[in-house]
Structures are given as C-alpha cells and as structure tokens.
C-alpha cells in the first residue's frame, strides 16, 4: 500500500537500490572525492582545512575526510543525507560549488557501499548512516538514514537523545562501531584536528571501496604513500588513458590518476588547504603559474555587460600538458582541454595554457563538464580565435626579440612570469620577488618569510594578483646570453592567412630592422665585421635562393674601410628598393667608374656629427644598375665597430638621396680623376672595365626576367598548394564531423547498453523479491494450515469432552431424581405410618 498525503495522494518512493544508479554519473573516482571536497569549501561550512586519508578500521580499508568548519546540527545532516536539498547561498563574494543537492550522495556511493557522518558543531553532536549494506540487510523498501544527536555530559562521556534510540541501535548493528564509547573518540578526532577555537567540523568514513577485478581497491596506496592513485589498469573506462604509473604517456596530465596534483589545480584560487595522508597539498594559482602571459577579455551574449578574463601563457613544467583550464565558481570543470589550432596535426597551439572562469555557464550535476548550450559552443569558438591570436603575437614577439633562436618557443622551457605562495597560517596569497627561485621556496611557507617587507606579515591584506595585468603591452623574453655579435629586433612585419591551417607570410611591405649595440668581448679586435640579418622568407619562395644568390653574386661590392679608431662611431647603412626606370646610362657609369677606383680612393664617405650621443652617421652609394630586383629595406646600427674587409650589398637609399649624394659623388670623382690624370695605364683598365660592366645591366635584364619567371611559377604552385590544403581541409573537417558522430552515438551506445544492464539487474533482482515473496507465502500458507488443522483436532477434542459431559450431566440427573423419588417414597411410607401410628 502506497503512503499517502493529506490530499490521499500517492507519495514518491525511493528505492535503496538508487543509491548505486545515482553513484554511476561519477565515471571518475576523483570527481566523487571533488563532491566532498566542495562541501567543505563552500561558504555555508566555510572550512579552512581539509584532511584525506587512508586507514584501516577493523580490518576494513576506509577513505576518511574531515574539516574544521562549522559542523552540522540533525536538521542539516537530515538535509544532507536527503536529495535535492541545497540552500547554500553567496557570502560575502564567496559563491558555493554546490547546487543541486546530490554530491554527498552521490559521491560518497561511488567511493564505497556505507558511509558514517560524524559532525560537530558548538553546541550538539550527531551521527547519521547512510549504508547500502544496512538496507540490504534490514530488506528495507525505502531509503532511510538513521541519525543519533548527542550531547556532552562531561568527564569524557556523550548521551544520546531518547528519542533516537531505536537509531542508535541501528547505527551500532550495523556499522564500524559496536558501542557509544567508540563513537565517541570518533567525535574526540573532531576536536584534536580541527585547529579552531571552538572544536568543530565534520569527520566521514567510506568503507566497503569499490573494487576491481584485480585489486581489493580501485585506488593505490602503495605507489606514493603521501598519494592516493589510480592504477593505470584501472583507467580503460575514463576519459583519458594511459599505461602504468612507470611509463605514464608524456600527454597524459599527471591530475588524471594523482590524487594530490588534482587537488593542487581544483581551484582557481584555493582557500583552502587539502593535507592528503598527512601531507600538506602544494596548491597553485594556475594562471600564475605560466611564462610568456597575456590577458584578453571575453563578454558572453548572455550577459553582455560581464568581461570575463581569459590568461593565455605556457606551462612552465611540461608542454606536452596544455589546453584550457575552465572553472565555474571558482571550481575546475574541465582541465587541458584542447581547442582550435591545438587539435590540428602542427606545432600551433602546442604547449599554451588557457585559464577562463564562466560563471555564466552551467556544470553538468557530476561537475566535470558543461551543459552543451549554444552560449558553451559560443565561448569554445571565441577562446579558440583567442587562443590563435595569442599565438601568432608570442611567436611574432619571440621571434623579434631573439631572431637567432633556433627552437620553436614552445620548446623554451621558461620560469613562471610570477611566483605566488600561500601562508600555511592565514592562507593568504603574496607575490614573491621576481628573481626568486621557486625551486628553493620551501614548502611550508609563511608571510613572516616574505622578503618584500610590504606582504610579510599576516595581519597585511592580500595584494591584488591582477595588478599591472592590463597594462601588459608585451611579453617578457629570456635574457640572451653574452657573447653575441649583434642582435636585430624586427619591427612593423604584418602577418596574413595563407590557409584554413594558420599558414602565415610576410605581407608584401619589407620589414624593418632596427640593431642593438654589439656585445664585443674584444673592444681592440679590427676583425669585428658587421653582420647584417635577412628576413625570413615565405616558405614558397624558399626554393628560389640559388636565384638569388646568382643576383647578388653580380652586384658590385664595396669596401668600407674606418681609419678612426674612435669606438662610439655608429654606422648606418641605407638600402632602399630601386626605381628602375629612372636611372640612366650615365649615373650607371659615373658609378661604375667610381667602383673601379683603387680600394684607399673608394671612401667615397660623408661623415656629419648628429646630436644623438655623438653618434656619427656615415652613407655611402653602392653600385647600382638599371635594373635591380625588390630589395627590403634594412637599417643597422653598430656600435664599436672597425671596418675591415666587410662587404656591403644593396643599391641606393632612395632615388632622392641618391641624387643628392650623386653630386658629392661626382666632385669626389672629379677630383679622382685629376689626381689620376698621369696613369694612363690605369685609365686604359678602367675603360675596359667600364664597358664590362655597361653589359652589366643586360645580364641583369636577363637575370630579372628569368627570376620573374621563376616566381610566377612559385606563386602558381603556391596556389595549388592552397587549394589541395583546403580540399584537404574540408575533407579532414568532414571526417572529424563523422568522427564526432560516431563518437556520439558510440556514447549513446554505451550509455543505453548501461541502462540496458540496469535494468537487466533491477528485473533480475524484482524477480528475486518475487521469489523471496513467494517462498515466504508458501511458508505462510503451510502454518496457517497447519494451525488450521491444530485447531480442528482441538476443536473436535472440545465436542468429545463436551458431549461427556452433558451425558455426566444426564445420569446425574438421573440419580438426583431417583434419590428424589425415593425421598418423596419415604417421606409418605413414613407419613403412612405415622397416620397409622395415631389411629391406633
């Protein structure tokens, strides 16, 4: 018979049988021990410490979790021992993980078959059990938890209300505790760890674990005795796999299967310290964590007026590790999940950390995804252009900053950009000073340990960890080493999209190099020579430097030699593209003559004092012919420099300065020529050579049409290239959708095969209790009748002793009236007798 309310209306049922089917939305083992973490750190506990362990309670393996927050009266544990009640609420900016009710159930349930709550608060303590052996064992229709209050009666001793004695009983039959003294060192546990003045907090004990097939345990404690683990075996199901814990694969995150590394990343900023099996978590701030950072801004369609913060950066510690970090309140969701760029078979994306936190969204009730809402598809496809443009400024500003770097950046293992740490007394965070070591800041750590005097006691508010965020304009780079010759900083390249694959090139403006002073160990050397850096060419142009190689074999060389020995002298040299078209035959041979004369003669050189430090500036007009390929515009500034036998290629500045410079030219070569009036042999060479060099521009012509020739085809390729990339690409995208279908119905698949087993079990063990009921009515029916039948005998029996004795009662009868029968005889024999007596 169903219970009914007062409006004789069925009332729900819950079966014991739910605490198992609600356990199975966790498929990993710690999200279930996340649901207990979240209790304890949300605002309604407000707990500041967290201690996991392991242990062993009459020969049974236990998980044990315990606070010091505030503690639970019956009516709150009541709460949380039912479904779906939640009333936590927001304090004081503090917003709880919890919403719907159903962690505690469904994670402790995961873990083990029985748990046992004991909770203190300041004035009561109580007990609850919520057991799926105890129900089993009672053959209880419906979920009940027993739940004892007690009180403390002094000298060491607790009283348990009267009322619930009959849980009491219960919770001593069929628990770990046999009696209320034992019970009571479980609440004396509360008050020796809580660490608070008034002695509170919440203790729970799992047993009966999960088991496998090959362990008495899904866990191991073996491996890493300040660590609970789980064995690489124990893995197929999970989201992500990998061997066993001595080969882990390099792409699996050490917080997959390691208790204590999951817990140093569950919050985005901890509040809390987790010791685990007596050892205290190193937790993190995991967007301080990161090397090259940058900061961008997100506002959701849902509510526009919100800027989320996004920090991009690379993981310090291994770059086989990366992706996005999402938490909702504070909480991880989901960790190293790859998007964009990241999934494509490159380098692009490969090592960066993205951290966001979507408030916005919503968590699924296992809290280890997000509903998948248009406003969740939405944020994926903005953090995945992020993500991109992210990428494109740090390799562009890496590459600028150290041109001669061979290595991609994400292989440039880095520090952190800051270090954080968290007082183990007030759990306050501070900034350590950037040239800390963060490998010899100890463990335990304390605000009086602060070098920055500022932040180094307790008392001192926490400094804000966003400060000078937003100002980032760029990113820090690695300091190079001593020793180098010069470094070159690339300003004002432009990058475009050369394909769905994030294929970039150079935009068709040159790039700009600007020089740093050269580090020169040697100040006295007269062989330091000027090295001068070439841009990196598109890779479909790549092919074509034999061409160019051949070109510039041919351009005249010049020889800039320095007879001043003054060290602050500066060098810039000026090459500018060449307007063909506008050089004639003369200026070619002004020029050519010029090159030809003797190497003491061709400093042909201007020199004119500017105001910049005392810095001089020298020009000089190379060689140049009628016809000269596009040449990139390249500025150098050299410091402490003597020039040798240093060899300069290029053409002019520009046409105008080329100009200018041609009548200074054409002084100094007038003067030449006078001063070599006499050498008639010499004058009869440089004709000569004259004319070879008049062929110059023909061969150049030449050269110039072949190397246009020869581009043009590149450029043909490159657009076949192209469109092979993209017929690639939408192949590749459309067999990732079938992909993803595929593994979507294989989803449904598994779970509908899951329910199908469910179910299989629910009717097999319906069939069992039909059974069960069976045999108890049978065995119902056989005593019935059997006392029945008892009765019927007992019965007869009665009828034979009844009728006995009506027959006693008849000859009684009988007699009584024949002896009154012989009386009445008597009494008139006797009255005759006397009246014959008297008449005689």
């Known amino acids: 018979m169903a219970a009914q309310t007062n409006g004789n209306i069925p009332a729900s049922k819950v079966s014991p049988k739910y605490l198992h089917a609600n356990s199975t939305s966790h498929t990993w083992a710690f999200g279930a021990i996340a649901e207990l973490i979240d209790n304890a750190y949300d605002p309604d506990v407000r707990a500041k410490n967290f201690w996991i362990d392991k242990k062993v309670i009459k020969e049974k393996i236990c998980l044990t979790f315990r606070d010091n927050g505030v503690g639970m009266d019956y009516e709150k544990m009541y709460k949380m021992l039912s479904f779906g009640f939640s009333e936590k609420e927001e304090i004081d900016g503090h917003a709880p993980v919890g919403r719907y009710g159903n962690g505690f159930k469904s994670g402790s349930m995961r873990l083990g078959k029985d748990a046992i709550v004991f909770s203190k608060t300041k004035e009561t303590m109580c007990v609850g059990l919520l057991s799926q052996t105890y129900l089993e064992e009672i053959g209880a229709e419906n979920i009940i938890v027993p739940i004892v209050t007690f009180t403390d009666s002094g000298k060491n001793q607790i009283q348990a209300s009267p009322e619930h004695a009959d849980c009491l009983r219960d919770i001593l039959k069929h628990s770990l505790f046999q009696n209320v003294e034992e019970l009571r060192k479980q609440f004396q546990a509360i008050s020796t760890r809580s ?24 866990f191991d404690f073996d491996e890493n005795r300040f660590d609970i683990r789980i064995p690489a075996d124990q893995h197929e199901n999970k989201k992500k796999t990998f061997t066993k814990p001595e080969r882990v694969l390099q792409s699996v995150p050490e917080s997959d299967y390691s208790l204590r590394a999951y817990c140093s990343i569950l919050y985005m900023k901890p509040r809390m310290q987790i010791n685990i099996r007596g050892k205290r978590v190193d937790t993190q701030l995991i967007s301080k964590s990161l090397a090259f950072t940058r900061r961008y801004f997100y506002s959701p369609s849902c509510r526009p007026s919100k800027r989320v913060p996004i920090n991009f950066g690379f993981n310090t510690k291994s770059k086989e590790h990366y992706g996005l970090m999402i938490y909702n309140n504070n909480r991880l969701i989901i960790s190293y999940k790859r998007i964009g760029c990241q999934l494509m078979p490159s380098d692009e994306g490969v090592g960066v950390i993205g951290v966001i936190e979507c408030d916005f969204l919503t968590p699924t009730h296992n809290k280890q995804d997000f509903d998948n809402t248009v406003d969740y598809r939405r944020t994926i496809r903005n953090l995945e252009t992020k993500l991109k443009e992210y990428w494109k400024k740090v ?65 001192v508010p926490e400094e804000q960890e966003d400060s000078g965020d937003e100002e980032q304009t760029h990113l820090k780079h690695p300091k190079k080493k001593a020793g180098h010759k010069a470094t070159l900083r690339k300003t004002g390249v432009k990058r475009a999209k050369q394909s769905e694959f994030g294929d970039e090139s150079d935009s068709e403006k040159p790039p700009t190099f600007t020089s740093m002073p050269i580090n020169s160990e040697n100040d006295d050397d007269d062989d330091d020579v000027v090295e001068v850096g070439q841009t990196q060419c598109d890779d479909s142009m790549m092919d074509t430097k034999q061409e160019r190689r051949s070109l510039r074999k041919r351009r005249g060389r010049k020889v800039l030699e320095n007879d001043d020995d003054d060290d602050d ?26 090159f030809l004369t003797s190497p003491k003669e061709n400093k042909g050189v201007k020199r004119s004092k500017g105001s910049d430090g005392g810095h001089a500036d020298i020009s000089e007009t190379p060689p140049t012919f009628s016809s000269m390929p596009e040449l990139h515009i390249t500025s150098v500034s050299l410091s402490t420099v003597n020039y040798g036998e240093g060899e300069q290629n290029g053409c002019d500045s520009s046409l105008n300065e080329g100009q200018k410079e041609q009548g200074g030219s054409e002084d100094g070569l007038r003067e030449r020529q006078e001063e070599q009036s006499g050498g008639e042999d010499s004058l009869q060479q440089g004709q000569k050579e004259q ?33 092979e990339l993209e017929k690639l690409l939408s192949l590749g995208q ?45 065995m119902l029916l056989t005593t019935t009748c059997q006392e029945r039948d008892s009765l019927h005998k007992q019965l007869k029996t ?43």
């Open 798 to 840: 009665t009828c034979q002793e009844r009728d006995d004795l009506q027959k006693q009662i008849n000859t009684l009868k009988q007699q009584i009236e024949q002896l009154q029968s012989r009386n009445m005889k008597e009494t008139c024999d006797s009255n005759t007798q006397m009246q014959r007596t008297e008449t005689y």
């Open 195 to 218: 660490q608070t003045y008034e002695k509170t907090g919440t203790y729970i004990i799992i047993w009966n674990l999960r088991k496998t097939s090959e362990r008495p345990t899904e």
């Open 395 to 459: 390799c562009a500003e890496n590459n600028s900053g150290d041109p001669n770097s061979s290595g991609p950046v994400e292989d440039m293992m880095e520090r952190p950009d800051q270090i954080w740490k968290q007082c183990s007394d007030c759990l306050k965070w501070r900034k350590l000073p950037d040239n800390t070591n963060p490998d010899r800041v100890p463990e335990e750590w304390s605000c009086s340990m602060n070098p920055n005097k500022q932040f180094s006691s307790c008392d």
């Open 569 to 594: 002298d500066v060098v810039e040299v000026e090459q500018t593209q060449c307007d063909d078209s506008m050089m004639d035959t003369n200026q070619e041979r002004r020029r050519a003559k010029r």
């Open 691 to 723: 004319n070879e060099c008049d062929d110059i521009p023909k061969e150049v012509h030449k050269e110039q049409s072949e190397y246009d020739d020869i581009l043009r085809k590149k450029q043909e390729e490159q657009t076949t290239y192209c469109r």
């Open 734 to 778: 459309s067999s990732l959708l079938r992909m993803q279908q595929q593994q979507e119905l294989l989803k449904l698949l598994k779970t509908t095969i899951q329910e199908r087993d469910d179910l299989q079990k629910l009717l097999k063990a319906t069939r069992q209790d039909r059974d069960d009921l069976q045999k108890k009515l049978t």
